[in-house]
Nanobody
């Protein structure tokens, strides 16, 4: 069982930066791939970034590539999403998720989800 709690969301102006954190509980955290998703009002949840359990594989949605960076600290059981050059279209609730798959490819591949943290980017 893995429990996830996101933090770090808030209000930021366009062009600014935020760092989201995801604190995980569970002794087997290091064996899970970790991902970030987001959901804007009236839209479906969409993939943002993911990192394999050992950090060797990292991938991003095209919309955030070059601006966002996912990282993880297995010793501290934390996952981060560094978001730079934020745009109003990045406004959404951001969710952290854990997957038993090596390279999860869809929301259905994730086994555990956090409650989300709101990110609002003003123009």
């Amino acid at each position: 069982q893995v429990q996830l709690v996101e933090s770090g969301g808030g209000l930021v102006q366009a062009g600014g930066s935020l760092r989201l954190s995801c604190a995980a509980s569970g002794r087997t955290f290091s064996m899970y791939a970790m991902g970030w998703f987001r959901q804007a009002p009236g839209k479906e949840r969409e993939f943002v970034a993911a990192r394999s359990w050992n950090g060797d594989i990292t991938y991003y949605a095209d919309s955030v590539k070059g601006r966002f960076t996912i990282s993880r600290d297995n010793a501290k059981i934390l996952v981060y999403l560094q978001m730079n050059s934020l745009k109003p279209e990045d406004t959404a609730v951001y969710y952290c998720a854990a997957s038993r798959r090596t390279t999860p490819s869809s929301p259905d591949d994730y086994n555990y989800w956090g409650q989300g943290t709101q990110v609002t980017v003003s123009s």
